[in-house]
C-alpha cells in the first residue's frame, strides 16, 4: 500500500507551522549533519528529532509505521559493515572465529546509519504533517516556486494511488489472456517488464487528458494567477527555521567539544 | 451569451493522412442549445476541442475558419467552459472546493470573490457535501457534477459538454442531466454531444449530425431531424429515440450448470452470494455501483481468490481441473476455458498489432499455427476488424477497442464468456454486434454472465438476472432526491423476460445484507 497521506493530530503546535518553513527547517537541520563523520552528532540529532515529535502531532508508534522500511534498512548496513567492512582499526570487541569486530569498523558503522537516519527523519516528519495542497500553496505563496511546477506535480500526485490498483488490473486481464510465467524466472522478468509498460502508457493517456481539462480551464495561460488559499510565513515560521539552525549547531558544537568530531571533507 | 460560426471549418491532426472534420458550415446562436450527432467516427469531439480552443496550431492542419463572438476559439477560452467523458481526469484538486476555484485562480479572479462564486457554483449543480469533501470519496456522477460547477463557475458564454455522461451509470447519469437542466443559464449557449439521444433530448433545442465524410448532414429541431434521418442516424450507429433492437433470447432451455458459486463473496467489497452459470444461457448481473459486480466478474473468471465461499467449475468446463478452483489454474488453462472481458480494453492489450493480439490467446493454449490463422482471420472479419489487422491496439477507436477486447477472449472458443460492462459508451451499430454476437455465442451452447448497468441491453439480451445489493456496513454514498434508480431487494434473483420460468430458475440470494 502506498502510504501517502498525513497523520499528524490537527492543531499540534508545529504541525500547523508554514509548510515551507517546516521544510527549510528540516534542511537546515540535516545540511549541517551531513557535514559530518562521527556518530555522536547524529544521535544528539536523532534524540532531538524525537524530542519534538509530540510538537508536531506525531504519535511515536505511527512514526514507527511509517519508517520501519528505513529501520529495516539501517539494521541491514550496520550488520554488513561490522562484518564485511576493510577497516579492521582500533582495539578488537568480538572475535568468534571468521567474525572479528573493532571499536573502529563499529564506530564507522553507527556513525554511517545514524546518520541516515537523522537525515530521513525530518523528512518523514514533515511530510506525515503536510497536506500536500498546502505544501503547494505555500511553495508558490512563500517560496516563489512556478506554479506550473507545483500545481502540476500535485495534480499528478493525485494519480499516484491509482497506478497500484491499475497494476492488479493489467495483471489479471493478462492472466484472463492465457499469459502467465509459472516458475520460470526470465519468463517473469518479461511479464513483470510488459506490464510495466502497459502501465507506462495508461499513465501517459490519463496524464495528457489531465493536462487537456488543466488547458481547458486556464492553467499556465499567461493570466497572472490568484490564490484561493492563503498561506502566510509569520515570525513562528521564522522562529522554527532559526531554532532548527541553533539545535543542529549545538549538536556539531557537542560533538566538536566531546572531541569526536570528523568532517566529512579534510 | 456567445455565438459560434463555423465556415468550411476542417482539422486534420498531425500525422494523420484522414481529415478528423472537414467542410463543417454552422452558425449557433447566442443560448441556443445544440446536440452534435454523428456516428463513432464523424469528428464530434474534435469538432468541440476546437471550440475550446485545445487544438494548438502547430499540432494540425486547419481549413476553413471557426470564430466564437468573432474571435479564434484560442483566444476566446475565458468564454468557454468544458466538462469532459472521464471523471478521473478532470479533476485537478484534492478537496472538492479547491477544484471549483482552481479555474477561477488561474482566470486571475480576486481573491475574496472566489469563495462566493465557489459556493454559488456548488450550490447550482445540487453538489450535495461541504466544500472540503475530498474528491476521491465522490462517486463518479459526483465527480462529473463536480466538474460542471467547475466550469460553471467561470461563468462561460459557452458551455461544451462532451459525453459527460458516458461513464456514469444510470443514477449517475441521471444526476448530470439534472445539474445540467437546473444549473446552466437560459443565455449560455451548450454544445452537447451524447450518445444516448433520447436522455440528451430534453437538454436541447437543436440537433446537429456530422457526416462522416466530411459536413453536416441534417441540423434543426430534434422531431424535424429524426422524421427526416432517423432510419439513416440510427444505421449509422446513432441512438435514435423510438428505433428499438429486436430482443434475442434465448430459444433453447438452459443446459448443464457449467460454474457453481457457494456463499463466494470478498469482503467488503461483495457480500456472499450463491450462484449457478449454465450453458446456453445469458446472465445478467445487475446492481448499484459498489454492489461488487465488477468483483463478482473477477471471482467467476478465476482471477482473484475468493474471500468467503468458493467457486466450483463442472467438469463439463473444467475437464482434468474440476477438482481445482479456478483461481489456481495455470492461465493457458483458464483462457481455454472461461473468457474474460474487462470493462477498459487497453488493460487487456498485450502485442502490438491486432493480428498478435488474437493470435496469442491460441498461441499460448498450443493451437497449431495454421489453426491459428483460420481462427484470427474468422474472427477479423466477424468483428469488422479486417482493415486493421495491422494497426497498434491502442490507436484504436472505442468502438473498435471493444470489438478487439470482446474477439480476442473468444479466440480460445472457452465455454464460458464473463464480460464487465461490454457496452460502456458504445455507439448503437457496435451495440446491436455485441448483442448478436453474445447471443450467438449462448445459442451455440456457452454460457454467457454479463455484469452492467445497461437496461436496454439486459432487454435484448438475458435469459435471467441477478441482482446485488452493496455489502451491509459497506460505506454507501449518499443519494440527493432525484436519483431515478430504485434499488432491488437484495440479491432478487428475477427472470429476464415472462415465460422464463419453465427453466429451473437456482436460488440467488445475497446472504449478506440483513
Same mark, same amino acid.
Given at each position: 500500500?502506498?502510504?501517502?497521506?498525513?497523520?499528524?493530530?490537527?492543531?499540534?503546535?508545529?504541525?500547523?507551522?508554514?509548510?515551507?518553513?517546516?521544510?527549510?527547517?528540516?534542511?537546515?537541520?540535516?545540511?549541517?549533519?551531513?557535514?559530518?563523520?562521527?556518530?555522536?552528532?547524529?544521535?544528539?540529532?536523532?534524540?532531538?528529532?524525537?524530542?519534538?515529535?509530540?510538537?508536531?502531532?506525531?504519535?511515536?508508534?505511527?512514526?514507527?509505521?511509517?519508517?520501519?522500511?528505513?529501520?529495516?534498512?539501517?539494521?541491514?548496513?550496520?550488520?554488513?559493515?561490522?562484518?564485511?567492512?576493510?577497516?579492521?582499526?582500533?582495539?578488537?570487541?568480538?572475535?568468534?572465529?571468521?567474525?572479528?569486530?573493532?571499536?573502529?569498523?563499529?564506530?564507522?558503522?553507527?556513525?554511517?546509519?545514524?546518520?541516515?537516519?537523522?537525515?530521513?527523519?525530518?523528512?518523514?516528519?514533515?511530510?506525515?504533517?503536510?497536506?500536500?495542497?498546502?505544501?503547494?500553496?505555500?511553495?508558490?505563496?512563500?517560496?516563489?516556486?512556478?506554479?506550473?511546477?507545483?500545481?502540476?506535480?500535485?495534480?499528478?500526485?493525485?494519480?499516484?494511488?491509482?497506478?497500484?490498483?491499475?497494476?492488479?488490473?493489467?495483471?489479471?486481464?493478462?492472466?484472463?489472456?492465457?499469459?502467465?510465467?509459472?516458475?520460470?524466472?526470465?519468463?517473469?522478468?518479461?511479464?513483470?517488464?510488459?506490464?510495466?509498460?502497459?502501465?507506462?502508457?495508461?499513465?501517459?493517456?490519463?496524464?495528457?487528458?489531465?493536462?487537456?481539462?488543466?488547458?481547458?480551464?486556464?492553467?499556465?495561460?499567461?493570466?497572472?494567477?490568484?490564490?484561493?488559499?492563503?498561506?502566510?510565513?509569520?515570525?513562528?515560521?521564522?522562529?522554527?527555521?532559526?531554532?532548527?539552525?541553533?539545535?543542529?549547531?549545538?549538536?556539531?558544537?557537542?560533538?566538536?567539544?566531546?572531541?569526536?568530531?570528523?568532517?566529512?571533507?579534510? | 451569451?456567445?455565438?459560434?460560426?463555423?465556415?468550411?471549418?476542417?482539422?486534420?491532426?498531425?500525422?494523420?493522412?484522414?481529415?478528423?472534420?472537414?467542410?463543417?458550415?454552422?452558425?449557433?446562436?447566442?443560448?441556443?442549445?445544440?446536440?452534435?450527432?454523428?456516428?463513432?467516427?464523424?469528428?464530434?469531439?474534435?469538432?468541440?476541442?476546437?471550440?475550446?480552443?485545445?487544438?494548438?496550431?502547430?499540432?494540425?492542419?486547419?481549413?476553413?475558419?471557426?470564430?466564437?463572438?468573432?474571435?479564434?476559439?484560442?483566444?476566446?477560452? %475565458?468564454?468557454? =467552459?468544458? #466538462?469532459?467523458? *472521464?471523471?478521473?481526469?478532470?479533476? &485537478?484538486? /484534492?478537496?472538492? !472546493?479547491?477544484?471549483? +476555484?482552481?479555474?477561477?485562480?488561474?482566470?486571475?479572479?480576486?481573491?475574496?470573490?472566489?469563495?462566493?462564486?465557489?459556493?454559488?457554483?456548488?450550490?447550482?449543480?445540487?453538489?450535495?457535501?461541504?466544500?472540503?469533501?475530498?474528491?476521491?470519496?465522490?462517486?463518479?456522477?459526483?465527480?462529473?457534477?463536480?466538474?460542471?460547477?467547475?466550469?460553471?463557475?467561470?461563468?462561460?458564454?459557452?458551455?461544451?459538454?462532451?459525453?459527460?455522461?458516458?461513464?456514469?451509470?444510470?443514477?449517475?447519469?441521471?444526476?448530470?442531466?439534472?445539474?445540467?437542466?437546473?444549473?446552466?443559464?437560459?443565455?449560455?449557449?451548450?454544445?452537447?454531444?451524447?450518445?444516448?439521444?433520447?436522455?440528451?433530448?430534453?437538454?436541447?433545442?437543436?440537433?446537429?449530425?456530422? %457526416?462522416?465524410? =466530411?459536413? #453536416?448532414?441534417? *441540423?434543426?429541431?430534434?422531431?424535424? &431531424?429524426? /422524421?427526416?434521418? !432517423?432510419?439513416?442516424? +440510427?444505421?449509422?450507429?446513432?441512438?435514435?429515440?423510438?428505433?428499438?433492437?429486436?430482443?434475442?433470447?434465448?430459444?433453447?432451455?438452459?443446459?448443464?450448470?457449467?460454474?457453481?458459486?457457494?456463499?463466494?463473496?470478498?469482503?467488503?467489497?461483495?457480500?456472499?452470494?450463491?450462484?449457478?452459470?449454465?450453458?446456453?444461457?445469458?446472465?445478467?448481473?445487475?446492481?448499484?455501483?459498489?454492489?461488487?459486480?465488477?468483483?463478482?466478474?473477477?471471482?467467476?473468471?478465476?482471477?482473484?481468490?475468493?474471500?468467503?465461499?468458493?467457486?466450483?467449475?463442472?467438469?463439463?468446463?473444467?475437464?482434468?481441473?474440476?477438482?481445482?478452483?479456478?483461481?489456481?489454474?495455470?492461465?493457458?488453462?483458464?483462457?481455454?476455458?472461461?473468457?474474460?472481458?474487462?470493462?477498459?480494453?487497453?488493460?487487456?492489450?498485450?502485442?502490438?498489432?491486432?493480428?498478435?493480439?488474437?493470435?496469442?490467446?491460441?498461441?499460448?493454449?498450443?493451437?497449431?499455427?495454421?489453426?491459428?490463422?483460420?481462427?484470427?482471420?474468422?474472427?477479423?472479419?466477424?468483428?469488422?476488424?479486417?482493415?486493421?489487422?495491422?494497426?497498434?491496439?491502442?490507436?484504436?477507436?472505442?468502438?473498435?477497442?471493444?470489438?478487439?477486447?470482446?474477439?480476442?477472449?473468444?479466440?480460445?472458443?472457452?465455454?464460458?464468456?464473463?464480460?464487465?460492462?461490454?457496452?460502456?459508451?458504445?455507439?448503437?451499430?457496435?451495440?446491436?454486434?455485441?448483442?448478436?454476437?453474445?447471443?450467438?455465442?449462448?445459442?451455440?451452447?456457452?454460457?454467457?454472465?454479463?455484469?452492467?448497468?445497461?437496461?436496454?441491453?439486459?432487454?435484448?439480451?438475458?435469459?435471467?438476472?441477478?441482482?446485488?445489493?452493496?455489502?451491509?456496513?459497506?460505506?454507501?454514498?449518499?443519494?440527493?432526491?432525484?436519483?431515478?434508480?430504485?434499488?432491488?431487494?437484495?440479491?432478487?434473483?428475477?427472470?429476464?423476460?415472462?415465460?422464463?420460468?419453465?427453466?429451473?430458475?437456482?436460488?440467488?440470494?445475497?446472504?449478506?445484507?440483513?
Amino acid at each position: 500500500m502506498i502510504d501517502l497521506e498525513p497523520v499528524a493530530t490537527p492543531g499540534a503546535p508545529l504541525a500547523r507551522r508554514n509548510p515551507v518553513a517546516k521544510l527549510a527547517a528540516a534542511m537546515v537541520f540535516t545540511i549541517v549533519l551531513v557535514a559530518t563523520l562521527d556518530p555522536v552528532a547524529p544521535a544528539i540529532a536523532i534524540a532531538v528529532e524525537l524530542a519534538v515529535l509530540p510538537l508536531f502531532g506525531v504519535r511515536y508508534r505511527v512514526l514507527a509505521r511509517r519508517a520501519w522500511p528505513l529501520l529495516a534498512a539501517a539494521v541491514g548496513i550496520l550488520v554488513t559493515l561490522v562484518l564485511f567492512a576493510a577497516d579492521r582499526s582500533g582495539p578488537v570487541l568480538v572475535e568468534a572465529g571468521p567474525v572479528l569486530v573493532t571499536q573502529g569498523v563499529l564506530v564507522t558503522a553507527l556513525g554511517l546509519v545514524l546518520r541516515m537516519l537523522a537525515v530521513a527523519l525530518p523528512g518523514i516528519i514533515v511530510f506525515a504533517t503536510t497536506d500536500p495542497t498546502e505544501l503547494a500553496d505555500a511553495l508558490i505563496q512563500n517560496a516563489k516556486a512556478p506554479a506550473r511546477f507545483a500545481i502540476g506535480a500535485l495534480a499528478a500526485f493525485r494519480l499516484v494511488p491509482l497506478l497500484e490498483q491499475e497494476w492488479r488490473m493489467i495483471s489479471m486481464a493478462r492472466r484472463a489472456r492465457g499469459v502467465d510465467a509459472g516458475r520460470n524466472p526470465v519468463a517473469k522478468l518479461r511479464l513483470f517488464a510488459s506490464t510495466a509498460f502497459t502501465l507506462l502508457v495508461g499513465a501517459i493517456r490519463r496524464g495528457t487528458r489531465l493536462a487537456v481539462a488543466m488547458d481547458a480551464r486556464g492553467f499556465d495561460a499567461g493570466t497572472p494567477r490568484t490564490v484561493a488559499r492563503r498561506q502566510r510565513f509569520t515570525r513562528a515560521d521564522a522562529l522554527l527555521v532559526l531554532a532548527a539552525a541553533l539545535l543542529a549547531g549545538a549538536a556539531l558544537t557537542t560533538s566538536i567539544l566531546l572531541g569526536t568530531f570528523r568532517p566529512l571533507i579534510g | 451569451m456567445s455565438g459560434v460560426v463555423l465556415r468550411g471549418f476542417g482539422w486534420r491532426h498531425g500525422g494523420r493522412k484522414r481529415w478528423a472534420v472537414r467542410g463543417v458550415d454552422l452558425r449557433v446562436e447566442s443560448g441556443e442549445r445544440v446536440l452534435l450527432l454523428g456516428a463513432s467516427g464523424a469528428g464530434k469531439s474534435t469538432l468541440l476541442a476546437a471550440l475550446a480552443g485545445l487544438l494548438p496550431e502547430d499540432s494540425g492542419e486547419q481549413e476553413g475558419t471557426v470564430e466564437i463572438d468573432g474571435l479564434d476559439p484560442r483566444k476566446a477560452r %475565458e468564454r468557454v =467552459g468544458v #466538462v469532459f467523458q *472521464d471523471p478521473e481526469t478532470q479533476l &485537478v484538486m /484534492a478537496r472538492s !472546493g479547491d477544484d471549483v +476555484a482552481f479555474g477561477l485562480e488561474n482566470r486571475g479572479v480576486p481573491a475574496e470573490e472566489i469563495w462566493p462564486r465557489v459556493d454559488e457554483a456548488l450550490r447550482r449543480v445540487g453538489f450535495p457535501y461541504h466544500r472540503d469533501r475530498p474528491t476521491a470519496a465522490l462517486s463518479g456522477g459526483e465527480q462529473q457534477r463536480l466538474a460542471l460547477a467547475g466550469a460553471l463557475a467561470l461563468r462561460p458564454g459557452l458551455l461544451l459538454l462532451d459525453e459527460p455522461t458516458a461513464n456514469l451509470d444510470p443514477a449517475g447519469a441521471a444526476l448530470i442531466r439534472h445539474a445540467v437542466t437546473d444549473a446552466v443559464d437560459a443565455d449560455t449557449t451548450l454544445i452537447l454531444v451524447e450518445h444516448r439521444v433520447a436522455e440528451a433530448l430534453p437538454l436541447v433545442d437543436r440537433v446537429v449530425v456530422l %457526416e462522416p465524410g =466530411g459536413g #453536416v448532414r441534417a *441540423d434543426g429541431p430534434p422531431d424535424v &431531424v429524426f /422524421a427526416a434521418h !432517423g432510419e439513416a442516424l +440510427a444505421a449509422a450507429g446513432v441512438w435514435v429515440p423510438g428505433h428499438t433492437v429486436p430482443p434475442r433470447h434465448a430459444t433453447a432451455p438452459a443446459g448443464d450448470v457449467l460454474l457453481t458459486a457457494d456463499r463466494l463473496g470478498l469482503p467488503p467489497r461483495l457480500a456472499p452470494t450463491d450462484l449457478r452459470v449454465r450453458a446456453g444461457e445469458a446472465l445478467a448481473v445487475l446492481g448499484p455501483n459498489g454492489a461488487g459486480k465488477s468483483t463478482m466478474a473477477l471471482l467467476l473468471g478465476g482471477l482473484l481468490r475468493p474471500g468467503t465461499g468458493t467457486v466450483t467449475a463442472a467438469p463439463e468446463l473444467a475437464g482434468r481441473d474440476a477438482r481445482t478452483p479456478p483461481h489456481r489454474w495455470r492461465a493457458p488453462a483458464l483462457a481455454r476455458r472461461i473468457g474474460s472481458v474487462f470493462q477498459d480494453p487497453e488493460h487487456q492489450f498485450v502485442t502490438g498489432t491486432v493480428r498478435d493480439e488474437l493470435a496469442l490467446g491460441p498461441r499460448r493454449t498450443g493451437q497449431s499455427e495454421a489453426s491459428v490463422t483460420a481462427t484470427v482471420d474468422a474472427l477479423l472479419h466477424r468483428l469488422r476488424l479486417d482493415r486493421l489487422a495491422g494497426a497498434n491496439p491502442y490507436t484504436l477507436s472505442g468502438g473498435e477497442a471493444r470489438r478487439l477486447s470482446v474477439a480476442t477472449a473468444l479466440a480460445t472458443a472457452p465455454r464460458l464468456l464473463i464480460c464487465d460492462e461490454p457496452t460502456f459508451g458504445q455507439d448503437r451499430r457496435t451495440w446491436r454486434e455485441l448483442v448478436d454476437l453474445l447471443a450467438e455465442l449462448r445459442d451455440a451452447g456457452h454460457g454467457v454472465v454479463t455484469v452492467t448497468h445497461d437496461a436496454d441491453f439486459v432487454a435484448a439480451l438475458a435469459d435471467r438476472t441477478l441482482t446485488l445489493d452493496r455489502p451491509a456496513g459497506s460505506d454507501e454514498p449518499d443519494r440527493p432526491a432525484g436519483s431515478d434508480e430504485p434499488d432491488r431487494p437484495a440479491g432478487s434473483d428475477v427472470p429476464g423476460r415472462p415465460g422464463s420460468a419453465r427453466r429451473p430458475v437456482p436460488p440467488g440470494r445475497g446472504a449478506g445484507a440483513p
